[in-house]
């Protein structure tokens, strides 16, 4: 255990996180947010990928796309583990393929832990629960940050829960990338915190930076890193039944525009849900073709890479 520092360790189920929601998650970003705190110290960055490695051996374009997005993540710090993708033929006939990383990680952050004060998990796999309860047996607070299809009971045993849908810049947004999440004109993600079901309106919250002081959620006091933005029931969709709300496990995302009766106030525009955590489908929009598929495995797609010379460009944010 450390002592002044807080010793950090971070460990990536990547398939999973690809699979669900975080297929272009920024590293870059990932680790600012695990080494937010003012004494952190990251003494462990892995992160579990899967590798065809059949397919290496033939195909020299999928290689080279391999390789040169390896050495982009290693160049933000990160040791990469590889994980054989397993081909099989399902009762169809269909060729479907696997690389499982959950034993490797569980094993590696056991015996890692030794050293850590700290531990964030980036899944949502509720296999890894008891490695949860053990760490914390050990000592360690342990953090999970996911997408989607997250495990309740991992949500609720770990000592903080955060959607990565959530932290500024760990995943595009649509919109013009231009405007920096949290500015005027830009789209961001929050969370309804009040809703007047008899007067149609609310307030979402959301987080403006990366911060240490994640655990001020009072947007009116001056060292807390969130605001909160108006919204009216007709900016929110249809399909959303406000009965539920407010609610911390309803993931908005929506414009940010300067309110028209206070000065420098927000306004929530054109308000769309992108994820629930509650096992509910109300609101929620439709996945794009790409994420639908990407976070299915239709067609036997190779877990590894699908277009990675576009995931890529999506390894760190551009300076």
Known sequence: MSTGELHIGVYVDAENIRYNGGYSMRYDVLRRFAGREDEARLLRLNTYMAVDGERMKRDHEYRERIRGYQQAVRDLGWKIIEKPVRWFVDEEGNSMSKANADLDLAVDVMLQSERLDQVLLVTG??????????????????????????????????????????????????????????????????????WEAD????????????????????????????????????????????????????????????????????????????????????????????????ERGEGGADPSLEDESEEHETVAEPS
């Not at 414009?255 to 609101?283: H, M």
């Open 125 to 194: 796999d509720g296999d890894f629960l008891q490695v949860v309860r053990a760490l914390q047996n050990k000592g360690c607070r342990v953090e999970v940050l996911a997408f989607r299809n997250v495990s309740r009971e991992l949500q609720h045993e770990a000592d903080a829960f955060y959607s990565g849908y959530l932290v500024p810049g760990l995943i595009p947004l649509r919109g013009d990338v231009r405007v920096p999440w949290g500015e005027m004109g830009s789209r961001i993600r929050g969370i309804c915190i009040r």
């Open 199 to 294: 007067r149609g309106f609310g307030f979402i919250r959301f987080l403006t930076a990366i911060s240490a002081r994640l655990w001020v959620t009072d947007t009116r006091q001056e060292d807390s890193p969130y605001e909160s933005a108006f919204v009216h029931i007709s900016d929110l969709p249809r399909e959303l039944d406000t009965d539920d709300l407010p609610s911390r496990d309803i993931i908005l995302e929506f414009d940010i525009e300067p309110s028209e009766t206070e000065k420098g106030g927000f306004i929530a525009r054109r308000c769309t849900v992108v994820n629930r955590y509650d096992g509910r489908t109300g609101g929620l929009s439709k996945q794009s073709d790409r994420a639908a598929v990407t």
